[in-house]
């Protein structure tokens, strides 16, 4: 028994840090994983309801009439949860070992990942150019984290497409990818328990229990160990929010946000 369970953890840990293998013994590896194997899956669906969560009473507002949505900021969203939908149609292809068609739509991932990125500038702007700073001084400081977030998700991708060979790496990287645009979601479920948290450090930990917390328990419970991406990409984001939050109520940050915001208008 305990060499069989020593056989099992090391071809886990094989199939995490090794080079992906050939499709049919992806497959048939994937089935010695166990139940396991259907987390990233998981966390693809996951992150489609905290998606939902987050963002129906916006829309709930919107349809009754309580405040306008520019149409670029519904491609905006539309493309967002298309990223979210491939995801999860990519994490059940691998799981399935069907490497090929998932490889191929790879190439649908990058476009729409650029895509992703040039949408969150896009509406951001168009958010912008609707107010005048008075009008909704609100939006300063949401505009830190949607920049972070645009610093941080081409990290991610980039990352996890020269890393598609190394499997560990690649779906670790890829689930970071896109833990970091639910944030957007988890900063609008004033719903959730109020800790009274400091700057921006109150959505942080949401996202830290809901997103992160998730990927380490997978990691420690199939490896017996935190995976070095699960890791450096949790410092990544952690870092990220705590150069939001350093900047969440400066006022120099604010004087720049808003000329920035006068010049765009």
């Known amino acids: 028994m305990q060499a069989d369970g020593w056989k099992t953890a090391t071809t886990t840990e094989a199939l995490e840090t090794g080079p992906v293998p050939a499709p049919h013994a992806a497959f048939t590896a994937s089935r010695r994983t166990g139940p396991a194997r259907h987390f990233f899956v998981g966390i693809g669906v996951w992150c489609i309801l905290l998606t939902i969560a987050g963002f129906v009473p ?62 969150m500038g896009v509406a951001t702007v168009t958010a912008l150019q609707q107010y005048a700073p008075d009008e909704a001084p609100f939006l300063v400081k949401p505009l830190l984290i949607q920049l972070g977030t645009m610093v941080v998700f081409p990290v991610f991708f980039i990352g996890a497409v020269l890393a598609r060979r190394q499997a560990g790496w690649h779906k670790r990287l890829m689930a970071l990818a896109t833990f970091v645009l639910v944030q957007a979601a988890l900063d609008r479920m004033h719903w959730l328990p109020d800790l009274g948290l400091p700057g921006f450090w109150e959505t942080g930990l949401r996202g830290y229990v809901l997103l992160l917390l998730p990927l380490f328990a997978f990691d420690l419970s199939t490896l017996r160990r935190i995976h070095p991406a699960t890791l450096i990409g949790a410092g990544l984001i952690i870092a990220m929010h705590g150069v939001v939050s350093f900047y969440w109520a400066d006022e120099g940050w604010n004087q720049l946000a808003r000329h920035v915001w006068m010049w765009l208008r």
């Open 58 to 119: 916006s829309f709930q507002a919107y349809f009754a009439g309580e405040f306008h949505i520019p149409p670029i900021v519904h491609v905006h969203a539309g493309i967002m949860m298309g990223w979210l939908v491939l995801y999860t149609a990519q994490a059940g292809l691998a799981t399935r070992g069907n490497l090929r068609l998932h490889r191929r739509m790879g190439w649908l991932a990058t476009g729409l990942a650029a895509a992703v990125w040039i949408s």
